[in-house]
């Protein structure tokens, strides 16, 4: 059985390789969007300011769920929002991206549908979220309540969040509403007359 201190170790390797990945997959820039987990009465959760695709495992930030910093570097921005979807749902991780057509689908305004089977068994139902300041409480509070009984929502002019039981299957919820949000531009797109 792994002890704390290992288990720590594991979450924060494991949050600086999906947060590459998202780097790598375009479901981030350099430095937008965060991940998080919770585990053991804290959250672990990537950092403001340092490259998505250079955070070290030191650099993840923990926190309590009251938000107190306990180490690393300092949390992300969307913090209060990662808190508040932990506190109201029983998920485990959290991916916030700024995915090129999630975002353009945000700022039009849309729910999101996926037009596919797949992605209409992947995701289900995908709300936007109208919009409010990041990084507040008032974004937090929004998203907690909108994402009940859903794997993800659209920021209205924001990005995206995806939450799973562990950071692959929140990863995966990711790529998906991303795939979707591609999926109607180019319908749009080939249904021009």
Do not use: W
């Amino acid at each position: 059985m792994a002890t704390i201190e290992t288990r720590a170790l594991l979450l924060k390797k494991e949050i600086t390789e999906y947060m590459a990945l998202s780097y790598e997959r375009g479901l981030t820039s350099s430095l937008s969007g965060n991940i998080s987990v919770r585990a053991e009465h804290v959250v672990y959760i990537s950092p403001t300011k340092v490259p998505r695709y250079r955070i070290r495992p030191d650099d993840v930030s923990v926190v309590t769920m009251m938000g107190e910093h306990l180490e690393g570097k300092h949390p992300s921005s969307e913090l209060l929002t990662h808190l508040a979807i932990y506190k109201a749902t029983e998920s485990s991780a959290i991916v916030h991206a700024h995915s090129r057509f999630a975002t353009a689908l945000s700022c039009l305004g849309n729910d999101l549908e996926s037009p596919d089977v797949e992605g209409k068994h992947l995701l289900g139902r995908v709300p936007l979220i109208p919009y409010e300041e990041p990084g507040t409480s008032d974004l937090g509070e929004a998203v907690s309540r909108g994402i009940l009984g859903c794997k993800g929502v659209l920021l209205q002019n924001h990005g995206l969040i995806a939450v799973g039981t562990n950071l692959e299957e929140a990863f995966i919820v990711a790529e998906a509403i991303e795939r979707a949000a591609q999926l109607i531009f180019d319908l749009s797109v080939l249904n021009r007359p």
